[in-house]
């Protein structure tokens, strides 16, 4: 391995475990070298999948075409969900255990079986089990959030934590275009949005995903999580804070900041 791939997976991983925001990544491994960017989040993912972490599905970042632009890239982004990650619907989260964080309303998706061979919309779909609202936690170990495209990606898509909501929809039962979202912070609206806002439709997300992790030889598995992308601005975490996540046709989930 590149001596530069492993500096910097060494000093995203540093910045993760003791909980101290890093320079840019881009600094070492340059601000444009994307295949360059994922091979830095690999070799965190296998170290701590060494620590004894779980993986337990996948995110989609960069799902809005306007924050595409701003990076400058054409397409979206993904990291490693791990089980350790994820908290209960309702459940606390300690703020400690965070780094500059930010909640973010999506649709999620549960494989119902692998995904492998060549992959279409029409696949993908019976592929996958169900629907279930969710609420994204996203992280920075860069300091400021100053990020670039292959900063965001070799720290692991900017992931950090997810909830889950309870109720479980066929695919057939949603339209996930004009789905509304509103997610409120301490009773009060912070975010509002619909299905369209990522990529037009969350299902384009999960479809590019599905073709990459399958050309790469690391196929969606049966039982997996997908976390699409949001559907409405991210809004920053404080201490204390209490999100709630509302989905047309897939309920409510929820989580604390203690």
Not at 9 to 25: F, G, H, M, Q, R
Request: with cysteine.
């Amino acid at each position: 391995m590149a001596k530069d791939i492993l500096a910097a997976a060494e000093v995203l991983y540093n910045a993760s475990k003791y909980k101290t925001a890093c320079d840019p990544i881009r600094s070492i491994i340059g601000d444009s070298d994307v295949d360059k960017a994922y091979k830095v989040q690999w070799e965190n993912v296998q170290k701590r999948m060494a620590d004894g972490e779980v993986i337990v599905g996948k995110k989609i970042g960069l799902t809005s075409f306007a924050v595409q632009k701003q990076l400058g890239v054409d397409q979206p982004d993904y990291g490693v969900l791990y089980a350790s990650t994820q908290v209960d619907n309702n459940g606390k989260l300690n703020y400690a255990d965070l780094m500059q964080p930010k909640a973010e309303a999506e649709i999620a998706f549960v494989m119902s079986t692998d995904l492998v061979g060549d992959i279409t919309m029409d696949s993908l779909v019976e592929a996958i089990d169900y629907a279930v609202v969710s609420i994204e936690i996203v992280g920075s170990r860069v300091a400021d959030w100053n990020i670039r495209i292959t900063d965001t990606i070799a720290d692991n898509a900017s992931a950090s934590h997810f909830v889950l909501g309870d109720t479980q929809v066929q695919l057939d039962d949603l339209d996930l275009v004009n789905c509304t979202m509103h997610m409120t912070r301490n009773g009060e609206t912070c975010s509002e949005g619909t299905g369209k806002a990522c990529m037009d439709n969350p299902l384009n997300a999960a479809l590019w995903l599905a073709q990459v992790m399958a050309q790469q030889g690391q196929p969606l598995r049966k039982g997996e999580i997908l976390l699409s992308g949001a559907l409405g601005p991210m809004v920053a975490i404080e201490q204390g804070d209490q999100f709630t996540a509302t989905i047309e046709g897939l309920g409510s989930v929820g989580v604390i900041i203690k």
